[in-house]
């Protein structure tokens, strides 16, 4: 068992070597992914932020009449 | 033709019909972007020169691309909002602006992390990579414009004209590698004689780039949505369509 | 003349009057915004003298030399009309190596060495595998 563990991450550390740039490739394409991500969940929480505000004023102004 | 213009200008149906493509648009970027990340570093052949280290380019150039088209669009968005007084056409601008701005990030960066082993230095101060920062520069001044006025119309007037003045430096920034001796090497897929790039290599450069342009698309629809609620607040159809009156 | 002719008009004059003062801008600082100098530039001597600037140029074949067990490196770069024999002492970048693009920081020494302080290798914008960069060097011997 442990030695299945073991070979598999070699395996995995294998398949994921970038040679001498394993640090530099991988930094790059993580970064991407990152601000990539990012900017998805900024987007969908603006618009949130939007239909909250939305929904407040709206209940305000109800409670005015 | 009119009438089609006429729609798409109008914030209702554009809400609603961002609303229906952005998830398409999310999905194909999805797909490709996963696929050409997984073809750019195991499928591709390493560099004869560069080793593996040249995959960063799979996420430096079509960042840097993007990070042109975003301001061309944006500029063209704001010109558009200047001339025909289209409140829409400046909010999809002032959408352009954050993802420009990550764009141009990443660019910076990835070539950042691609010049220490490569070159030999994080940075240096030659032709490209000062022009890129001068349009991180950009969007960053649009977008602190934008935050210091108040009142939306005057902003958007004021923040269009910066974006305009801005555009200058797209061609700069394009130009540059040709125009002066720069550290960058000059352009590969774009000069006029065949590009001197293997086709393997070119493949998932180019799957990629049509991806991260999907990508633009999903999140600017779904950002131009959160500012268009926020613009028509006090408008008839927002408090119809939300569902919330 | 409608309101809508005037913006557009005024647009296309704000473009056209940014471009062309980047323009004149940008000729104005064409000697500041160049960055390094060729070899036959600093043999004309138009390479500033007593203060550090840039040399780029090819490194000549075959004229690398490491004195053993240091750092110090010395190597000729040429843009096939006249050359610049560099010294330099620190870790050179991996894509250094004869006939490569090369951009060396430094000053002119008074006996004509170029003394660096930092040596960055300039990438091509060819990018191909190993096996067909093998192939251009030398042609796959013929099967008989």
């Known amino acids: ?65 | 033709m009119r009438k089609f213009w006429h729609e798409l200008a109008s914030p209702p149906h554009f809400y609603r019909l961002a609303g229906r493509l952005s998830p398409w648009f999310g999905w194909v970027a999805a797909v490709l972007i996963v696929g050409s990340g997984w073809a750019g570093l195991f499928w591709a052949p390493p560099d004869y020169q560069q080793g593996d280290a040249f995959r960063i380019i799979y996420v430096h150039v079509p960042s840097a691309w993007m990070s042109l088209f975003v301001y061309v669009v944006m500029a063209t968005a704001a010109a558009i909002g200047l001339i025909w007084r289209i409140k829409l056409a400046h909010a999809v601008a002032a959408s352009c602006a954050p993802l420009g701005a990550s764009f141009t990030f990443l660019a910076l960066a990835t070539g950042s992390i691609w010049g220490k082993p490569m070159w030999g230095t994080w940075w240096e101060w030659d032709a490209r990579l000062t022009s890129e920062l001068i349009l991180l520069f950009l969007y960053a001044g649009y977008m602190a414009l934008r935050g210091s006025i108040d009142d939306t119309a005057r902003a958007d007037r004021a923040s269009a004209v910066l974006a305009l003045v801005g555009v200058v430096n797209v061609p700069i920034i394009h130009y540059s590698v040709i125009w002066w001796s720069s550290l960058h090497q000059g352009p590969t897929v774009t000069k006029l004689d065949a590009p001197s790039i293997a086709v393997s290599m070119l493949v998932p450069l180019l799957t990629m780039s049509f991806g991260f342009m999907c990508y633009f698309a999903a999140v600017l629809l779904a950002r131009v949505r959160g500012e268009v609620l926020e613009r028509e607040r006090n408008a008839r159809w927002v408090r119809q369509y939300s569902g919330l009156s | 003349m409608t309101p809508r002719r005037q913006r557009m008009i005024l647009v296309g004059l704000v473009l056209l009057g940014v471009g062309l003062a980047a323009g004149f801008a940008l000729r104005a600082f064409q000697e500041n915004l160049l960055y390094f100098y060729s070899p036959s530039e600093v043999a004309a001597g138009s390479a500033p003298a007593g203060r550090a600037f840039r040399v780029g140029g090819m490194v000549a074949d075959g004229s690398v030399e490491r004195a053993p067990g240091s750092l110090e490196v010395r190597f000729v770069l040429t843009d096939f009309a006249h050359t610049v024999p560099v010294r330099y002492t620190g870790v050179l970048p991996d894509l250094f190596r004869e006939g490569q693009g090369t951009i060396a920081r430094g000053r002119l020494s008074a006996d004509g060495d170029f003394i660096a302080e930092e040596v960055l290798a300039k990438h091509d914008e060819n990018y191909m595998p190993p096996e067909v960069a093998q192939s251009l060097v030398s042609p796959p011997a013929r099967s008989e």
């Open chain 1, 1 to 65: 068992m442990g030695a299945t563990i073991f070979w598999f991450i070699m395996m995995l550390g294998d398949i994921l070597s970038m040679g001498d740039y394993t640090a530099y490739v991988w930094s790059a394409y993580g970064l991407t992914l990152l601000v990539l991500v990012g900017n998805i969940l900024l987007a969908r929480r603006r618009h949130s932020a939007a239909r909250l505000d939305l929904g407040r004023r709206l209940q305000a102004r109800e409670g005015e009449r």
